[in-house]
C-alpha cells in the first residue's frame, strides 16, 4: 500500500502553520470528515518556477515565482500576485488557503489561490518590472485563465503589472482576453470602484460592527498600520466618516497627531514622496508604536505576522479590522479575545477586493459594464449580510468572528466537496 503523501517541508513557515492552526480549530468544532479535512489541509497544486529576467545593465537576474490553487470546488481559482522579498512557498499556500475560505464566505462561484514572485520591485526599474511579470505571466500561461485560474494585484503589484499579465496571456493566446485577470485598468475591461474596493470593504465591515456595539464613527480615533492601496482609501473613507485618523505607517516610518492628521495633505505628500517619511504634518512613529497607540479603531493593513503574544496585552483600541491577510498570530487572538477587543477577522474584513473582482470578472465575461454607484451598492450588501452572518454564528455558538468565519467557509466548502464526490 502507498504512504499517504505528506505536506512537504517547504510549506512549513510560520504563516502556513497559522493558516492549518485556524482551519484544524474549525475543522474539530465541525466535526469535519477526515477525509475532507485532508483534502483541504493542503493545496490541490502548487507551480514553482525559475523567473530569468535581463537587467537594465545586460545582466541576467534569476527570481523564483510561485502559483498556488488551494481548492477549486466551487469554481475557478481566485488570488493575487505579490512582488516581495519575503514571498515563498509557504506564505503564498497559507495565503491561498485563506483566499478558498474567503471567497466562499462572501458567497462567490470561486476557490482559492496566491502568487507571488520573491523580489524587491522597488529596486527594480519600470522596464524590469515588466519583463519579470511578462516572464512570469508565460511561465504560468497553461495554469491561469477565466475558467481555470484568475490573478489580480497584491501587495507590490498594481493595475500595470496586470495590464502587462493580461497581454502576455493575450499575444500567446492569439486574442485579448481581458477575464484573465482582474485589477487592471478601466480600458482594458477592468471595474470601476476596482481600486477602492478592499478599503472600502473594511470601512462596510467597521461600520456593521459599530452598529452591533451601538455606536457612530464621528469623532472616533483611528490608527492604520500600512499606508499602499488598502490603508489610504481606508483612511480617506474614515475621515469622510468623521473619523480621526490619528496615526498611519508604512514601511518605512509612520506618523503621529492625536488631534488628527491632514489626510489630503498626507496623500498629496506619500503621492510625491512615496512613503510617509518626510510629512510635516504630525510627530515621527515606529510601527511598533502605532500598533500600541490608545485608540478606539486599528486598522493593520501590512503584512501577516504584526500583533503576537509579545504585544496583543499592549494593543489599546476598542475595535480592530484586519485590513492586511494574517496579520494576528492565533495566540494573540486568544489574548485579544480575553481583552474584549472585538476583531474582524481578515477573511470578512479584506474581502471587498475579491467580491469587486468577481465584479469585474462578471463584466468582462459579459462585456457589459456596471456604473461605479451600482457597483459600492453591490459591494455593500454582500459585505453586510457577510458581517450579519458571521456574526448570527458567533453569538449562536459563542465563538470569536474570526472562529465563525471559518465554520461558515468550511461548512460551504465541505457540502460542495461532499455534493460532487470524489474523481475517478
Not at 480621526?244 to 516610518?253: G, Q, T
Amino acid at each position: 500500500m502507498l504512504k499517504e503523501q505528506r505536506h512537504l517541508p517547504e510549506y512549513m513557515t510560520p504563516i502556513y502553520r497559522l493558516a492549518l492552526d485556524q482551519f484544524e480549530a474549525a475543522a474539530d468544532l465541525l466535526a469535519l470528515d477526515p477525509n475532507l479535512r485532508k483534502r483541504l489541509m493542503a493545496p490541490k497544486r502548487a507551480l514553482v518556477v525559475n523567473v530569468p529576467v535581463r537587467m537594465d545593465d545586460g545582466q541576467v537576474a534569476l527570481f523564483c515565482g510561485y502559483r498556488v490553487h488551494h481548492d477549486n470546488t466551487l469554481g475557478p481559482s481566485k488570488g493575487g500576485v505579490r512582488y516581495h522579498p519575503e514571498v515563498n512557498l509557504g506564505e503564498v499556500s497559507a495565503l491561498a488557503m485563506w483566499m478558498t475560505w474567503k471567497c466562499a464566505l462572501m458567497g462567490l462561484p470561486f476557490g482559492g489561490a496566491k502568487g507571488g514572485v520573491n523580489c524587491d520591485p522597488t529596486q527594480l526599474s519600470r522596464n524590469e518590472l515588466q519583463r519579470l511579470t511578462r516572464r512570469y505571466t508565460a511561465e504560468m500561461v497553461q495554469w491561469i485563465g477565466p475558467d481555470t485560474d484568475i490573478p489580480a494585484p497584491d501587495v507590490g503589484t498594481n493595475e500595470q503589472t496586470m495590464a502587462w499579465m493580461m497581454d502576455t496571456y493575450s499575444q500567446i493566446k492569439g486574442y485579448a482576453v481581458p477575464g484573465v485577470v482582474t485589477g487592471k485598468p478601466i480600458v482594458l475591461g477592468g471595474s470601476l470602484g476596482r481600486i477602492e474596493a478592499t478599503g472600502r470593504g473594511v470601512v462596510f465591515c467597521i461600520q456593521e460592527a459599530l452598529k452591533h456595539q451601538g455606536m457612530s464613527l464621528s469623532g472616533l480615533r483611528v490608527a492604520i498600520q500600512g499606508f499602499g492601496n488598502v490603508g489610504t482609501h481606508a483612511a480617506r473613507l474614515l475621515c469622510e466618516q468623521g473619523c480621526r485618523i490619528i496615526a498611519v505607517s508604512d514601511v518605512r516610518s509612520g506618523v503621529y497627531r492625536a488631534s488628527g492628521l491632514d489626510i489630503t495633505a498626507l496623500l498629496r505628500h506619500v503621492s510625491e514622496a512615496k512613503f510617509v517619511e518626510g510629512f510635516k504634518g504630525g510627530d515621527a512613529m515606529t510601527n511598533r508604536d502605532l500598533l500600541e497607540l490608545p485608540c478606539d479603531i486599528l486598522i493593520p493593513a501590512a503584512l501577516s505576522g504584526q500583533i503576537t503574544a509579545e504585544n496583543a496585552s499592549k494593543i489599546s483600541c476598542r475595535l480592530l479590522a484586519e485590513a492586511a491577510n494574517g496579520p494576528t498570530t492565533l495566540d494573540a487572538d486568544h489574548i485579544l479575545r480575553e481583552r474584549g477587543i472585538f476583531v474582524i477577522p481578515d477573511v470578512l474584513a479584506n474581502a471587498g477586493g475579491v467580491t469587486v473582482s468577481y465584479f469585474e470578472w462578471v463584466q468582462d465575461l459579459q462585456r457589459f459594464f456596471w456604473k461605479e454607484k451600482e457597483i459600492n451598492q453591490k459591494l455593500q450588501e454582500i459585505m453586510s449580510d457577510a458581517f450579519a452572518s458571521v456574526l448570527a454564528v458567533a453569538l449562536a455558538k459563542k465563538v470569536d468572528m474570526r472562529m465563525a468565519a471559518l465554520l461558515l467557509a468550511i461548512r460551504r466548502i465541505a457540502d460542495a466537496q461532499l455534493a460532487r464526490g470524489l474523481f475517478p
